[in-house]
């Protein structure tokens, strides 16, 4: 009987020293220490003429859903620079508050039971397939939100348990950027393209590097 139970134990312990093992190489292994890594400070700094700047973190999941894009990009003729975010704080941060306050927009009521009532002339449908642009050429994405505790701190002018259309994509103007200080990053993924020291492509979030790297590759 003890050596059953001792069996049990060594094994109990292979398995959790297994799941930290795959714990710690999915979220903590920095999967693109290989590549040009640089500050932000520097972005304007390089010497060729044009190229990629990626922001992440390693431990982001939206990072991780396009990893083999970002490595694919990595080996070919393009040239591509890496800024960890989780080490270089050295950026202006974005006033999304400020964001989904003034474009959120109130289209429903949450029901008693969890079902949505939209006001005329909405659905979930009309934001799923947004094809309006922002003054920046960008394409609005927006998510469904029901409002609750949370989300009252996001968007000041929302009411607990009616339903809103809470903007994704945020307005930048990368263009008029030269210095680095100036550089403002809504969040992580972030894809810069610079040419001439200026910034020409601006690419946020996983779904949007996706289809501009599909697309060049």
């Known amino acids: 009987m003890k050596k059953i139970q001792k069996y049990i134990w060594i094994v109990g312990v292979v398995i959790i020293v297994f799941l930290f093992g795959m ?3 999915i979220h903590m292994k920095d999967p693109y220490t290989a590549l040009n890594s640089i500050r932000n400070k520097d972005i304007f700094e390089q ?4 190229y990629y700047v990626y922001y992440y973190k390693k431990d982001c999941p939206y ?6 894009l970002i490595m694919q990009l990595a080996e070919s003729e393009e040239s591509l620079y890496v800024v960890n975010m989780g080490k270089d704080q050295n950026t202006k941060s974005y006033d999304w508050n400020k964001m ?9 009521i949450l029901n008693l039971d969890s079902s949505i009532t939209f006001y005329e002339g909405e659905s979930k449908e009309k934001y799923q397939n947004q094809t309006d642009k922002n003054k920046y050429g960008k394409i609005k994405r927006y998510d469904i939100v029901e409002a609750d505790d949370r989300y009252v701190l996001k968007n000041s002018n929302a009411r607990i348990g009616y339903v809103y259309a809470s903007i994704q994509t945020p307005e930048i103007g990368y263009e008029e950027m030269t210095d680095a200080e100036e550089i403002v990053i809504a969040g992580v993924p972030t894809l810069l393209h610079i040419k001439n020291g200026k910034i020409d492509g601006f690419y946020f979030d996983a779904p949007e590097i996706a289809e501009h790297l599909e697309d060049i590759q």
Do not use: M, P, S
């Open 23 to 25: 714990y710690w190489l």
């Open 47 to 50: 010497e060729e003429e044009e």
């Open 63 to 68: 990072c991780v859903r396009i990893e083999n």
């Open 100 to 108: 989904h306050a003034e474009e959120d927009k109130e289209i429903g």
